[in-house]
């Protein structure tokens, strides 16, 4: 167990629709990140989030979103689902050490 | 599109053996970590590197960085049928980790 927890662990939904994925990293960690892991993409970096600030970005969709907010938890929002979003997405957090410890991911299906 | 370039990308061995997986990469790195996956679920952290060291043990693992040819290695000591698994190096660019496409070990007991 690394700490960091996600919310849901499964999401199936429609194409067209929009989810909310839902993050809490482990305690005391200020950064969180948020990866996409899919089978003709591998694992993917989309956006990463320190202390409530963005900090980075990857190869985040316009339809994507995502924040941080004052307890630390993070939502990422995926909108206007398509069914090539169907991916496993992945929270992590940091330590000072810069090692990421992952969540168990949240699997989203798009039907 | 991913940045790292794991060699093997699947690998048989019997339990007891030695599995070696290499990483290579294109751009200056702050540390390069290595991660295990079994099938579909989390990611597990098993070691991160930075970019002035050259070797690291954790247990059965060891792992090698060389920064003049941008590559690293991941060898797994006297292997269990536990250890099968998908074994992935990701490099840290300013925070984010830019995974390779790994490496799939099967331990057959």
């Known amino acids: 167990d690394s700490g960091v927890t996600q919310t849901p662990k499964h999401l199936i939904t429609a194409t067209g629709q929009r989810v909310t994925l839902r993050c809490s990293p482990r305690?005391?960690?200020?950064?969180v990140y948020w990866y996409q892991q899919s089978l003709d993409q591998g694992l993917q970096f989309l956006i990463q989030y320190y202390n409530g600030e963005e900090r980075a970005k990857g190869n985040i969709l316009e339809r994507f979103s995502a924040q941080q907010f004052p307890d630390l938890h993070s939502e990422l929002n995926l909108s206007s689902l398509e069914l090539g979003d169907s991916a496993l997405y992945f929270c992590a957090s940091s330590d000072p050490t810069d090692t990421q410890y992952f969540g168990p991911g949240t699997r989203l299906t798009v039907l | 599109s991913q940045q790292g370039e794991e060699d093997p990308q699947a690998l048989s061995i019997q339990e007891g053996e030695n599995a070696t997986m290499n990483c290579s990469y294109k751009t200056s790195i702050n540390n390069l970590q290595w991660y295990r996956q079994n099938s579909g679920r989390g990611l597990v952290h098993l070691i991160l590197?930075?970019?002035?060291?050259r070797e690291k043990h954790s247990g059965r693992l060891r792992v090698t960085l060389d920064t003049s040819k941008k590559s690293s290695s991941l060898l797994i000591t006297a292997s269990r049928a536990a250890d099968t698994a998908s074994y992935f190096c990701a490099t840290d660019q300013g925070g984010k980790l830019i995974f390779g496409q790994g490496t799939e070990l099967s331990v057959k007991p």
């Open positions: 305690s005391g960690d200020l950064s």
């Open positions: 590197i930075r970019s002035n060291e």
